[in-house]
C-alpha cells in the first residue's frame, strides 16, 4: 500500500532553514509528481509546491519563491523541501501528497501524516 | 489565481439524513475539481476527484457534481465518521493550486 513518511520537522527561529524529507513506498516512486501541501494551525490547506515525475518541472506557490525548493531523488524514493528565509507565517503541519496519473489531472490522492514547522523566536 | 468559495461554512445535520456542500469557483474550472475530507488530527483523504469521480474505496454515499464554477458534494445518508472538514480543490488553471476555505459538517 502507499505510504508517504515525512520528517525533519521542528523549531526553527525567524529567518532559519530546514529540510523536510518524505520517504515514499508502496508505489513506483519514479513515475509520479509530488506535492507539498501546508496546513496552518486552525486553518485551511495551502498547496505549496509541486514536482514534476523526473524533477523537470517544478512549481512554487508566490509566498515561498525564493525561498523554498523542492527536489527529489529517485533512486532513494525520497522527496524533500529545503526552506530557507522561514518567516512566523510558515509555520503549518507540511504534507508531502502523491499526484495521481497526470491523465487524471492535479490533486492529491494519497498523503503523508504531515511534519510540523514552527517558525518562532 | 482562482478562488474556491464553499459554502455554508458550518452544516448542521442529523445522522442519517443528506448533507449538501457547495463549492463556487471564480473561473470556469471545467471538471477539474476535487473533494477531501479532513477529520481533527488526520491527513485529509482524497473523496471525488474530476467533480464527479469516486476514489478508490470511497462508499457510494458520497457523490460530487457539477462543472465550470458551481459544484456540489452530496453525502446521501450521514454516518457517524463523516462529521468532519470538507475542502475542494481545482486544477483547471495552475500554478497555483488553489483550496476553498473548508465546510465543517457536523453533528445536528
Known amino acids: 500500500q502507499v505510504q508517504l513518511v515525512e520528517s525533519g520537522g521542528g523549531v526553527v527561529q525567524p529567518g532559519g532553514s530546514l529540510r523536510l524529507s518524505c520517504a515514499a513506498s508502496g508505489f513506483t516512486f519514479s513515475t509520479y509528481g509530488m506535492h507539498w501541501v501546508r496546513q496552518a494551525p486552525g486553518k485551511g490547506l495551502e498547496w505549496v509546491t509541486f514536482?514534476?515525475?523526473?524533477?523537470?518541472?517544478?512549481y512554487y506557490t508566490d509566498s515561498v519563491k525564493g525561498r523554498f525548493t523542492i527536489s527529489r531523488d529517485n533512486s532513494k524514493h525520497t522527496l524533500y523541501l529545503q526552506m530557507n528565509g522561514l518567516r512566523a507565517e510558515d509555520t503549518a503541519v507540511y504534507y508531502c501528497?502523491?499526484?495521481?496519473?497526470?491523465?487524471?489531472?492535479?490533486?492529491?490522492?494519497?498523503w503523508g501524516q504531515g511534519t510540523l514547522v514552527t517558525v518562532s523566536s | 489565481e482562482i478562488v474556491m468559495t464553499q459554502s455554508p461554512a458550518t452544516l448542521s445535520v442529523s445522522p442519517g439524513e443528506r448533507a449538501t456542500l457547495s463549492c463556487r469557483a471564480s473561473q470556469n474550472v471545467i471538471s477539474n475539481l476535487a473533494w477531501y475530507q479532513q477529520k481533527p488530527g488526520q491527513a485529509p483523504r482524497l473523496l471525488i476527484y474530476g467533480a464527479s469521480t469516486r476514489a478508490t474505496g470511497i462508499p457510494a454515499r458520497f457523490s460530487g457534481s457539477g462543472s465550470g464554477t458551481e459544484f456540489t458534494l452530496t453525502i446521501s445518508s450521514l454516518q457517524s465518521e463523516d462529521f468532519a472538514v470538507y475542502y475542494c480543490q481545482q486544477y483547471s488553471k495552475w500554478p497555483p493550486i488553489t483550496f476553498g476555505q473548508g465546510t465543517r459538517l457536523e453533528i445536528k
Open positions: 501528497a502523491k499526484n495521481p496519473p497526470y491523465s487524471r489531472g492535479y490533486h492529491f490522492d494519497y
Open positions: 514536482i514534476g515525475y523526473d524533477g523537470s518541472d517544478k
